[in-house]
């Protein structure tokens, strides 16, 4: 008789396979997973819950969004066995391209398919109409906690509709307007606001009435981690609860974003970042002012723009190497400086803050282009921070 073999056993052949596929975010083992897979029928089902739990994984050289290529084939795929899609938990939706084409009537079926399982999407739309009916289905995915929506020539008026009927799953919402929010009616008598642990919204042409816009659809009470960018010259804290807040980030500009902010209205704020575009903008060192001695900031994180090193020192360091290192808390925070690797600069940022560094407080951090003017290049700081809300 002979010995039963330990891949008998389901759940140590799943945990198998999950190893491998923890490696494969490391180097490319898609093959070997795909080898499992034709194993045998138990071997099946996990090593396709890894293939397709990510899509933006199927190809490692596929780095950040699948390439129009893949895309294609991706929804060849699904739309041939729409039993994959219960295996997707994350997934790039891009609604972009017009027209009756092969392209467009395959990726329009397949955002018609029940993701049940969906639980982080990111929808880049630029024709609404098209994909209206594919919106409001994804949205509805009875799973979604985290919403990353990028609205180019539309706005959110376009499918409020679907904006309302969106899973109350949802925890996280990253919405970026690259033109005015529109018009938004009042929702309907039984709509109850989504209430939101994270939010991260940036309008490239902010305005003020714009936030109020957005606020109505949202719960922002039990708020605890908010970034703006791209936003408004005055953001309207009075919308939100600043009591619950954790985690604030601003992107910092002479006379936008920061204006009027009132750090000690933050009383759980435990870590606090702020992103210099250009020059040190003078409301950023008022801002800083505002911190009570009874916060417990642990970190304050400074974001820096190779620019501002001009002639190989960092003109508006002393203010703010003044400012950091005076501030009335206890312990005393960390302050982390972000650099873009790439800046070039010919002088160490330890001698450019001697009283952080005399007080223990700076901790240097060289990243890889980090600072063009895109908020998706530091997007895993953010998404580490909320992680465990």
């Known amino acids: 008789m002979a010995r039963p073999s330990p891949f008998d056993v389901q759940e140590l052949l799943d945990h198998c396979i999950d190893s491998l596929a923890v490696g494969a975010k490391r180097r490319d083992f898609t093959a070997d997973l795909l080898s499992c897979a034709l194993v045998a029928r138990s071997w099946t089902n996990p090593a396709q819950s890894h293939l397709f739990r990510d899509p933006h994984f199927t190809n490692s050289r596929i780095e950040y969004e699948m390439s129009g290529q893949t895309m294609f084939k991706f929804s060849r795929t699904v739309n041939g066995s729409p039993h994959l899609v219960q295996h997707v938990r994350v997934i790039w939706a891009p609604m972009n391209r017009g027209g009756e084409t092969d392209y467009t009537r395959a990726t329009r079926k397949m955002w018609q398919l029940e993701y049940t399982n969906l639980e982080r999407l990111r929808l880049d739309v630029l024709i609404p109409e098209m994909y209206k009916e594919a919106i409001e289905r994804l949205l509805r995915s009875p799973r979604l906690q985290y919403l990353r929506l990028l609205l180019h020539s539309c706005t959110l008026s376009d499918f409020q509709d679907a904006f309302e009927r969106t899973a109350r799953t949802l925890e996280h919402l990253d919405i970026r307007f690259a033109c005015p929010v529109g018009s938004v009616r009042t929702p309907s008598p039984d709509f109850a606001p989504i209430p939101l642990k994270s939010l991260r919204v940036g309008?490239?042409?902010?305005?003020?009435?714009?936030?109020?816009?957005?606020?109505?659809?949202?719960?922002?009470?039990?708020?605890?981690?908010?970034?703006?960018?791209?936003?408004?010259?005055?953001?309207?804290?009075?919308?939100?609860?600043?009591?619950?807040?954790?985690?604030?980030?601003?992107?910092?500009?002479?006379?936008?974003?920061?204006?009027?902010?009132?750090?000690?209205?933050?009383?759980?704020?435990?870590?606090?970042?702020?992103?210099?575009?250009?020059?040190?903008?003078?409301?950023?060192?008022?801002?800083?002012?505002?911190?009570?001695?009874?916060?417990?900031?642990?970190?304050?994180?400074?974001?820096?723009?190779?620019?501002?090193?001009?002639?190989?020192?960092?003109?508006?360091?002393?203010?703010?190497?003044?400012?950091?290192?005076?501030?009335?808390?206890?312990?005393?925070?960390?302050?982390?400086?972000?650099?873009?690797?790439?800046?070039?600069?010919?002088?160490?940022?330890?001698?450019?803050?001697?009283?952080?560094?005399?007080?223990?407080?700076?901790?240097?951090?060289?990243?890889?282009?980090?600072?063009?003017?895109?908020?998706?290049?530091?997007?895993?700081?953010?998404?580490?921070?909320?992680?465990?809300?």
Do not use: C
């Open 203 to 389: 309008m490239w042409k902010g305005f003020d009435e714009d936030y109020k816009k957005l606020g109505r659809l949202l719960d922002l009470s039990q708020l605890k981690a908010l970034a703006i960018y791209y936003g408004p010259t005055s953001p309207p804290w009075g919308l939100m609860s600043t009591t619950t807040i954790e985690v604030l980030q601003i992107w910092a500009e002479e006379n936008h974003y920061v204006e009027g902010l009132d750090l000690s209205l933050f009383p759980k704020l435990n870590t606090l970042r702020l992103d210099l575009l250009n020059r040190l903008p003078s409301s950023l060192l008022l801002v800083l002012s505002t911190i009570a001695p009874s916060q417990r900031i642990e970190t304050i994180v400074i974001g820096v723009n190779g620019s501002i090193f001009e002639n190989t020192y960092f003109k508006d360091a002393p203010r703010l190497d003044e400012a950091l290192a005076s501030l009335p808390l206890l312990p005393l925070p960390t302050i982390e400086v972000e650099i873009d690797r790439d800046t070039g600069i010919e002088v160490s940022p330890e001698v450019l803050f001697p009283s952080l560094v005399e007080k223990d407080m700076l901790r240097v951090l060289w990243r890889k282009a980090l600072w063009r003017r895109d908020p998706d290049l530091n997007e895993g700081w953010w998404q580490d921070r909320i992680r465990n809300f």
